[in-house]
């Protein structure tokens, strides 16, 4: 009589966290400084410096439910820029600003519609075009805040009202302007952090974070109590009172690799497992299904369509287990896989315990066996589209 063991659904989330884990490439050219807004589990990249040096208007989604990458609507012609701020705001995407890679900055707003897939030309800013701005939403409001153009790195603060579609200006930052930080927002406050500062021929650092009261117009420096270091390029993403914070580059020119996570309610910073990859910068983050996602960026000279996931919470196994489930028989070492259809027709990677891949299997079917006899006594992962179990030999 055979006799199955049935692997926990819940084998141990630091077993499963311990690896990034690597997902289909970005299908558009490889390139750095794109931009990036989400709606639901469809998390929407685009825009960016290719590598052809050209800039591009071509957009692509994930959706973070299946790691399956689509197209979508690129920009309109001409509307080809890199450092441009992207953002959601009920159910739409938007983006804003940038440059074109050849010295020209766009003062142009559009607003994407996934449900007929077209871009919708918004207000235009009513100055002149900037680039690599921060920015955050509280309520209904848009604050865009510093950027840099042909004038230098700018303090200013605009406020798009997005309930009313009118442009505001505020009042400047304290400080002598912000460009490649980051924003974002909690509760009814924003927050800006890192970058440069048009001190010094803009190469001055912005080592603080700055708090903003939109009430009486005003910024407060709050670096006792989160201090983010000095870095410009750090890359941001958000789910509720989670941020998490990518890399950046160090005053000494560095790329980093770190990943943390805040507590929006404590400001507590965690460090995550660093990237196993080559380090890089200029990508494009997101999150979906309780992963932290990059994809996309520059490593050394080179630009990159490679996406990435590592899981910060054992939510993300529950996520899983709807799509991807195992059986396995001890006695003969074969594992019976049972597949959501949307997984149909793709492959099954066999790893390691150090994620080296030693097989490939195309699934064929929604329940499949394979043999684990040609391995090693041991602990190996099956990965189906970076969905991973647990098994053994």
């Not at 979508?72 to 992207?86: D, G, K, N």
């Not at 996934?114 to 871009?119: E, K, L």
């Not at 380090?279 to 997101?286: D, L, N, V």
């Amino acid at each position: 009589m055979r006799i199955f063991l049935i692997l926990s659904l819940f084998f141990a989330f630091e077993s499963q966290s311990q690896f990034w884990q690597q997902q289909p490439d970005f299908p558009g050219n490889p390139r750095d400084d794109g931009a990036q807004f989400s709606i639901g589990d469809l998390h929407f990249c685009g825009t960016g410096r290719g590598s052809d040096f050209g800039c591009t208007r071509d957009f692509f989604y994930y959706d973070s439910y299946t790691g399956t990458w689509y197209s979508a609507a690129p920009l309109p012609l001409w509307q080809e820029r890199q450092y441009a701020t992207a953002f959601s705001y009920q159910e739409k995407g938007y983006i804003i600003g940038g440059e074109n890679c050849n010295g020209n900055y766009f003062n142009t707003f559009w607003r994407y519609s996934p449900q007929t897939d077209t871009w919708e030309l918004m207000p235009e800013f009513p100055s002149e075009g900037r680039a690599g701005a921060q920015h955050f939403i509280i309520g209904t409001d848009l604050y865009w805040v510093g950027g840099r153009n042909a004038n230098g790195i700018l303090n200013e603060v605009w406020c798009f009202h997005l309930n009313n579609n009118q442009w505001e200006q505020k009042a400047d930052l304290p400080f002598n302007g912000i460009w490649r930080g980051i924003g974002f927002a909690y509760q009814t406050n924003g927050f800006i952090a890192g970058g440069r500062t048009n001190d010094a021929n803009q190469s001055g650092w912005n080592s603080d974070t700055w708090l903003y009261d939109p009430q009486n117009d005003s910024w407060t420096n709050i670096s006792v109590q989160l201090n983010l270091g000095t870095r410009m390029y750090l890359g941001r993403a958000q789910n509720d009172t989670l941020l998490f914070i990518w890399g950046g580059v160090d005053e000494n020119d560095n790329v980093l690799s770190s990943l943390e996570k805040i507590n929006l309610t404590t400001f507590q910073i965690e460090g995550l497992m660093p990237f196993s990859s080559n380090a890089r910068k200029g990508c494009m983050y997101f999150v979906g299904n309780d992963y932290f996602h990059l994809t996309t960026g520059i490593s050394a000279n080179d630009r990159l369509n490679e996406t990435w996931r590592i899981a910060f919470s054992p939510q993300a196994k529950l996520n899983e287990n709807n799509l991807f489930d195992i059986s396995q028989q001890l006695q003969d070492a074969t594992i019976l896989i049972k597949i959501n259809p949307v997984l149909v027709g793709r492959q099954l990677k066999i790893r390691d315990i150090h994620g080296r891949i030693l097989k490939t299997i195309q699934i064929v079917q929604t329940e499949q066996v394979i043999s684990l006899l040609e391995f090693n006594a041991g602990t190996y992962f099956l990965e189906i589209n970076g969905f991973s179990r647990k098994c053994l030999r």
